[in-house]
């Protein structure tokens, strides 16, 4: 009879972040040991993803790697680490993709102040704007507010309109002259 003492290999990676956006790098890199490496011993390693509610799947068998994502979500990475003998080990860690919010640039009118605002020679000026969204998502809706800066009173607003449109024209009779909006 014959028999061998192995030590099972002891799991453990690291992520750069746990909570990121869609296509943003999220870096894995193992920090995975086996005892028996200096006497010969090797592993491998396997890596899960499993989204929240969904199906695992086999995403690498690499030390490191890295991921990125093109869905929003809560998902789980799980490390199987296994030895040369068959013995392994498993850890997992739980990271969120969450959407990031755009940034809307008004264009027109085109002041930033109160103090000198854009002159404008009709009662419905057609507001414009540009809409950037570092997930490349387009725009699918908008809601825009006019102010009386005195009152700071909401006095024309559009709702929220499904439309990639970006420019709403202030509707008649909502506004007078003679008064600042932003």
């Not at 695992?56 to 040369?84: A, H, M, P, Y």
């Not at 005195?150 to 607003?157: D, H, L, P, R, Y």
């Amino acid at each position: 009879k014959a028999f061998i003492i192995d030590n099972p290999p002891v799991p453990g990676f690291t992520i750069n972040q746990s909570l990121g956006h869609r296509n943003e790098e999220f870096i894995i890199t193992s920090t995975a040991t086996d005892a028996d490496i200096s006497k010969g011993d090797s592993i491998t390693y396997q890596y899960y993803l499993k989204p929240f509610g969904g199906t695992e799947s086999l995403i690498s068998g690499l030390s490191g790697f890295t991921k990125q994502f093109t869905t929003n979500g809560s998902f789980t990475i799980r490390q199987v680490v296994t030895d040369s003998l068959g013995l392994f080990r498993e850890t997992s860690r739980n990271i969120t993709v969450s959407n990031q919010i755009p940034t809307v640039n008004i264009t027109y009118p085109g002041s930033s102040s109160s103090a000198t605002p854009t002159v404008v020679n009709t009662l419905t000026p057609n507001i414009q704007w540009n809409y950037q969204d570092d997930d490349n998502d387009l725009q699918q809706r908008y809601k825009v507010r006019i102010i009386d800066v005195a009152t700071n009173n909401t006095v024309a607003q559009s709702g929220e309109t499904v439309s990639s449109a970006k420019q709403w024209t202030v509707t008649a009779g909502t506004l007078v002259e003679n008064k600042k909006y932003a």
